[in-house]
């Protein structure tokens, strides 16, 4: 009888640090369905997330001298996913009109048919919003960012980045009234 040893996700990262091709395709599709989870938040359909993740990848190869083996490789790997699609998102709103925050309107911040939702409610409505509007949820309510963190990260004010999660959550609470006239 002949026994596969099981590889270990140390060995392959330390041999994709020596570079083994072998061993980047191993960790490639070892996490490829967990960065393409965290892709999906951010993009619009199964292409755009697909780019992300082989973009996020292509920058953990490049940079994957850098990790620390101390901390968890599946951490490491959530922030270079973040960060790439957040990097998408930053060239593709530099085309979208701004609104000056003197002329947005005031948004309720009622949140009681957010909180009702499940994830997977979300997720499906999340994909009905503007962009901007979904990087920012997703970035504030989803991954923990603070408006001064997304502001730097977009470069926009941390005021805009408040009224652009107001709604966020103001277009997903009409969403889900609105789906749920038609079920009930």
């Known amino acids: 009888m002949h026994l596969v040893s099981r590889i270990t996700e140390e060995d392959i990262v330390s041999n994709c640090k020596k570079g083994s091709l072998k061993h980047q395709e191993l960790l490639y599709k070892q996490f490829y369905g967990y960065a393409l989870g965290i892709s999906a938040r951010y993009s619009f359909n199964e292409d755009d997330a697909t780019e992300v993740v082989n973009d996020a990848f292509i920058k953990v190869f490049n940079n994957i001298g850098n990790y620390n083996s101390d901390k968890p490789f599946k951490a490491w790997l959530r922030t270079i996913v973040v960060n790439t699609a957040i990097d998408r ?26 909180e009702n939702l499940n994830a997977n409610d979300i997720l499906k409505l999340m994909k ?21 963190e997304i502001g730097q990260l977009l470069n926009l004010p941390a005021s805009s980045s408040r009224v652009y999660l107001s709604r966020a959550k103001e277009k997903l609470r009409q969403l889900l009234t609105k789906e749920t006239k038609s079920h009930g």
């Open 89 to 114: 998102r930053r060239k593709e709103m530099k085309y979208l009109a701004n609104t000056d925050i003197d002329d947005a309107v005031a948004v309720g911040t009622n949140a009681t048919a957010i």
């Open 128 to 148: 009905q919003l503007p962009q901007v509007q979904l990087t920012i949820f997703n970035m504030y309510e989803i991954d923990g960012y603070s408006h001064d």
